[in-house]
């Protein structure tokens, strides 16, 4: 069984940097084809795509989001890590990383993380 854990501050101030990590565990996050996923949801709004990073190592990013964010990952500790730059109280949402599964045809949002919090205030 797979199972994604977020963790980082809860608290993040105006114009810092917002970091957060992705533990997996029960599969290896250089496993192929998985694509290795941070989605994120302000209150009162939908999902919205953040970025990805793949069973290979490369990244992917929403051009909304592209000037800003960086996806790095850790294969030692089978993490993957979400870098979010120039915060405003805008970027206020819950976190999640997910795994998602690509074949010919078909792709999978199979597991997700249970989701942080992170709150951009003074």
């Known amino acids: 069984q797979v199972q994604l854990q977020e963790s980082g501050p809860g608290l993040v101030r105006p114009s810092q940097t917002l970091s957060l990590t992705c533990t997996v565990s029960?599969?290896?996050?250089?496993?192929?084809?998985?694509?290795w996923t941070w989605i994120r949801q302000p209150p009162g709004k939908g999902l919205e795509w953040m970025g990805a990073?793949?069973?290979?190592?490369?990244?992917y990013y929403s051009p909304s989001l592209k000037s800003r964010t960086s996806i790095s990952r850790d294969t030692s500790k089978n993490q993957f890590t979400l870098q979010l730059n120039s915060v405003t109280p805008e970027d206020t949402a819950v976190y999640y990383c997910?795994?998602?599964?690509?074949?010919?045809?078909?792709?999978?949002?199979?597991?997700w993380g249970q989701g942080t919090q992170v709150t951009v205030s003074s």
């Open positions: 990073i793949a069973y290979s190592g490369s990244t």
């Open positions: 029960g599969g290896s996050i250089t496993t192929n084809y998985y694509y």
């Open positions: 997910a795994r998602v599964a690509v074949e010919p045809g078909l792709v999978s949002w199979d597991y």
